[in-house]
């Protein structure tokens, strides 16, 4: 947990709503990046990192990336090895608080890299962001067709997270290849919730 946080949660330093790089040079810039500096990613970079996938950014909760029905079943989590002020380890985001939940200590990296078929950079990269999901939530309402929309707003989320990484100058990649069963078991994730992408994130080498 950050230096002097409860167990109640790390509160997240407030989102910036605006910043030096336009959307449009964002998305010119956008890469896929598989090497990372050894710096440390700072607080405020995770924290705008976590907001651009899945803050609440309107009335009623709306959330930076669309879900089909507003019902939102994608959990997000930050697996941090080398965050400015936050002991490294597994943790829940909470968009309505923005804050982070410890969910499991120590510097978890490594057991994700080797998860993710001996992908080194996850291991490399200060930490990764997990996008996860609850199916149940879209196929409550829309059945079948939550196997199609549920994957969109991973992809949704995913863009919105590689864009602000090149606004705040560092990068990220989205890895689909890995082992669900030994990605849940390093996140301790419950049984309904899917692991469904990895966004290491860090300052490119």
């Given at each position: 947990?950050?230096?002097?946080?409860?167990?109640?949660?790390v509160?997240?330093?407030?989102?910036?709503?605006?910043?030096?790089?336009?959307?449009?040079?964002a998305?010119?810039?956008?890469?896929?990046?598989?090497?990372?500096?050894?710096?440390?990613?700072?607080?405020?970079?995770?924290?705008?990192?976590?907001?651009?996938?899945?803050?609440?950014?309107?009335?009623?909760?709306?959330?930076?990336?669309?879900?089909?029905?507003?019902?939102?079943p994608?959990?997000?989590?930050?697996?941090?090895?080398?965050?400015?002020g936050?002991?490294?380890?597994?943790?829940?985001?909470?968009?309505?608080?923005?804050?982070?939940?410890?969910?499991?200590?120590?510097?978890?990296?490594?057991?994700?890299?080797?998860?993710?078929?001996?992908q080194?950079?996850?291991?490399?990269?200060?930490?990764?962001?997990?996008?996860?999901?609850?199916?149940?939530?879209?196929?409550?309402?829309?059945?079948?067709?939550?196997?199609?929309?549920?994957?969109?707003?991973?992809?949704?989320a995913?863009?919105?997270?590689?864009?602000?990484?090149?606004?705040?100058?560092l990068?990220?990649?989205v890895?689909?290849?890995?082992?669900?069963?030994?990605?849940?078991?390093?996140?301790?994730l419950d049984?309904?919730?899917e692991?469904?992408?990895l966004?290491?994130?860090?300052?490119?080498?």
């Amino acid at each position: 947990m950050a230096e002097g946080a409860n167990d109640a949660g790390v509160p997240l330093p407030e989102p910036r709503l605006e910043g030096d790089t336009s959307v449009e040079r964002a998305i010119a810039k956008r890469r896929s990046v598989r090497e990372y500096a050894s710096d440390p990613l700072s607080l405020a970079a995770a924290s705008q990192l976590l907001w651009a996938a899945q803050g609440v950014t309107g009335p009623g909760g709306l959330r930076a990336a669309p879900s089909a029905g507003a019902l939102y079943p994608l959990e997000l989590y930050l697996v941090a090895g080398a965050v400015e002020g936050l002991r490294p380890g597994v943790y829940h985001y909470e968009p309505g608080r923005h804050r982070l939940v410890a969910q499991v200590a120590g510097d978890r990296r490594s057991a994700l890299a080797d998860a993710a078929l001996a992908q080194a950079w996850i291991a490399e990269a200060p930490a990764t962001l997990v996008v996860a999901a609850v199916p149940a939530r879209t196929a409550g309402k829309y059945g079948p067709r939550a196997a199609r929309f549920v994957p969109m707003e991973v992809g949704l989320a995913a863009e919105n997270v590689g864009l602000q990484a090149v606004a705040l100058g560092l990068g990220s990649v989205v890895v689909g290849a890995f082992d669900d069963g030994r990605v849940r078991r390093v996140l301790d994730l419950d049984p309904e919730v899917e692991p469904l992408a990895l966004l290491p994130v860090g300052r490119p080498r």
